[in-house]
């Protein structure tokens, strides 16, 4: 089982950035295939970035292609989102998300395939 915490959210400015961690509980990480959703008020949850576990393959939504990165530092237990050149439509609570996947090429976008999700993170770029 792995225990979640995101940071790094915050009030930015469009065109701004943010770095988002993801801290795991355990000393497996690096079984876990890792992903980002956001929630905006009054909106379903979307997939923004994942993660296979070693960080080779990563995939993202078509909207945050080009402006975010998901990485990942499996000796520090954290996954990282990097968000530059914000526009007021990233604003949502961001949430990391861990599935075991030792050895695993997939890099998930598939909500329910997660198993252990934080308690989110809030981010808002204002214009």
């Known amino acids: 089982q792995v225990q979640l915490v995101e940071s790094g959210g915050g009030l930015v400015q469009a065109g701004g950035s943010l770095r988002l961690s993801c801290a795991a509980s355990g000393r497996t990480f690096s079984s876990y295939a890792m992903g980002w959703f956001r929630q905006a008020p009054g909106k379903e949850r979307e997939f923004v970035a994942a993660?296979?576990?070693?960080?080779?393959?990563?995939t993202y939504v078509d909207s945050v292609k080009g402006r975010f990165t998901i990485s990942r530092d499996n000796a520090k237990n954290t996954v990282y989102l990097q968000m530059n050149s914000l526009k007021p439509d990233d604003t949502a609570v961001y949430y990391c998300?861990?599935?075991?996947?030792?050895?695993?090429?997939?890099?998930?976008?598939?909500?329910?395939?997660?198993?252990?999700w934080g308690q989110g993170t809030q981010v808002t770029v204002c214009s």
């Open positions: 993660s296979n576990w070693s960080g080779v393959k990563t």
């Open positions: 998300a861990a599935v075991q996947d030792r050895y695993g090429t997939t890099a998930y976008t598939t909500e329910g395939i997660y198993d252990y």
